[in-house]
């Protein structure tokens, strides 16, 4: 399970980050969330299931056939799928949870791309979040805002009788 960490210029603001290059933080997971946004993409390339989570369900890729394999990742680490799942698109970052409700942009302490000093900047010189690191915030921030719509239509489908348990 990855360590999140909130970035903040207090600790990170020496510090750097590598893009990932690999997959293989994805490999044993047979399964990851879709967002309504990115349905019409990963519907021409993965299979796609409806689960029950904490009581709602929700669009998945279907990975994998049985638990802790990817069966889209290469053992290189390569993506072997025509679509990658924009939960794996920014990694190594997260949106985390603060305990007031608020989100903050948070980074994989434990996937070894945090460095001292190669790799691109969290803050430029005038000590701003660096525009690729806004992006990132951005970008994870329409996929938070989409999967609140989303799991809002899968509720609307479950209430209807719309999504059946398939044994």
Not at 4 to 31: C, G, M
Not at 143 to 164: D, F, G, Y
Request: glycine letters at 6%; hydrophobic letters at 45%; aromatic letters at 10%.
């Amino acid at each position: 399970m990855p360590t999140f960490h909130a970035i903040a210029q207090s600790t990170h603001a020496d510090k750097r980050w590598k893009r990932y290059t690999s997959y293989a933080f994805a490999a044993k997971e047979a399964l990851t969330p879709l967002v309504a946004q990115e349905l019409p993409r990963a519907v021409l390339h993965l299979p796609i299931a409806f689960v029950r989570q904490d009581e709602q369900f929700m669009p998945v890729a279907m990975l994998g056939i049985q638990p802790g394999q990817n069966l889209f990742v290469a053992p290189d680490g390569r993506w072997l799928g025509g679509y990658t799942p924009a939960a794996y698109r920014a990694h190594p970052f997260a949106l985390a949870n603060l305990p007031d409700g608020q989100q903050v942009l948070a980074f994989d302490a434990d996937s070894g791309l945090l460095t001292e000093a190669e790799g691109e900047a969290f803050y430029d010189s005038e000590g701003r979040p660096a525009q690729v690191v806004q992006d990132i915030l951005a970008f994870l921030t329409q996929v938070q805002a989409n999967r609140v719509q989303t799991l809002h239509t899968c509720k609307a489908l479950a209430e209807h009788s719309l999504i059946q348990p398939w044994p």
